[in-house]
């Protein structure tokens, strides 16, 4: 089969390899859409997280092609989606129903091959039925929208809710395309790109707030009639945002937590005092699943897309043929498509 390997310089070079064998619980798929996620692009510019598989990339969507003798949920020529997480199933996470916990866990595309290759194996229970109504490249952004969903479940919004979402990156945008279906009354943006939180208002956002040119403080206190959000989300891992939230969250108050912390995160005294004065509840939102495996957030996000409640189409700026998958990456990390996803669709 044709597959996209990088080699040691970081670029991709298309060639022959072995196309994989299903074991007996394993579905072989040949790929017909795979989506390249901000992950996939740090992969490349980092090298410390330089992954362990020659062949990147865990967000596609395609039709099986094989199974494995001990496969009974799967057929040859079922359309589905990949969920690229594999839990070790033998911790005490696992055991427990928690395999988003699983420290053991391994992952397609950086601890074995990904899709950025004409085929791709997993086990049964990793992959997600498609029916008819959903194209390949919109179940490829599966996955990012059931991060979005786990969050959003997470935060537990009630219809009325005022939910302030800081980061309006193609992430966020997807929580905001999810918290449009809570019955949040309204959803600020906040962001320091003008082009971003003009996309936030296509995307449904009842209010922006630019962070370079207008007052924090003043926008929220005029939108909360001064008491500030009930729910506070932070999708871009900056430390000011981070500390925003506790600033920005009224009494009693939710904030969720997507971002890693910088290495130099402080907190001001102001916010940390905010966390016990005005009772907050703080939500860490990690990784996509629930149980049972892989979780409501994949079956629920599915069924939206299907009744184009989320419109991942919106996010899906180019496609490129596998030959060219290092013209994709480079579009991919120009700053200007930011916002953007890219397709990679191998032929046939
Ligand atoms: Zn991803
Ligand atoms: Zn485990």
């Keep these: 089969m044709k597959a996209a390997l990088l080699n040691d310089s970081n670029h991709f070079v298309v060639c022959q390899t072995n196309k994989p064998v299903p074991q007996e619980k394993e579905v072989l798929i040949k790929v017909k859409a795979a989506s390249i996620c901000d992950s996939d692009i740090k992969q490349l510019k980092q090298a410390r997280s330089r992954p362990a598989s020659p062949i990147i990339g865990h967000e596609f969507a395609g039709i099986v092609a094989d199974i494995g003798s001990q496969v009974s949920q799967v057929k040859i020529g079922d359309r589905v989606a990949g969920i690229p997480f594999l ?16 420290e053991h866990s391994r992952k397609i595309g950086t601890h074995q091959n990904g899709c950025f290759a004409e085929y791709v194996v997993l086990p049964e229970e990793n992959v997600i039925g498609l029916g008819d109504k959903i194209s390949f490249e919109e179940a490829a952004l599966l996955e990012p929208l059931a991060k979005a969903a786990h969050g959003v479940k997470l935060l537990e919004v009630q219809a009325g809710d005022t939910v302030a979402v800081f980061g309006l990156n193609t992430f966020g945008l997807m929580n905001i395309q ?64 981070e500390e925003q939230c506790l600033l920005i969250t009224k009494k009693g108050g939710t904030i969720g937590y997507y971002g890693m912390a910088p290495s130099n995160m402080m907190l001001r005294q102001q916010a940390f005092e905010n966390i016990f004065r005005r009772e907050y509840t703080i939500k860490g939102l990690w990784n996509t699943y629930s149980a049972p495996f892989p979780g409501e957030e994949w079956t629920a996000s599915l069924a939206l897309i299907e009744q184009k409640k989320l419109a991942p189409q919106q996010f899906i700026s180019h496609r490129f043929s596998l030959e060219d998958i290092q013209q994709a990456f480079d579009l991919a990390m120009d700053e200007n498509i930011s916002n953007q996803r890219v397709i990679v669709v191998p032929k046939g």
């Design 87 to 102: 839990p070790c199933g033998s911790c005490a996470d696992c055991q427990a129903d928690n395999q988003h916990w699983c």
């Design 178 to 241: 999810w918290l449009r279906q809570t019955g949040a009354k309204r959803i600020i943006g906040l962001d320091t790109d003008g082009n971003n939180l003009w996309e936030a208002k296509v995307h449904g956002v009842t209010n922006t707030i630019n962070l370079l040119r207008e007052s924090i403080d003043k926008r929220i206190a005029q939108l909360t009639n001064g008491q500030g959000v009930d729910i506070a989300l932070e999708c871009t891992g900056s430390s000011l945002a």
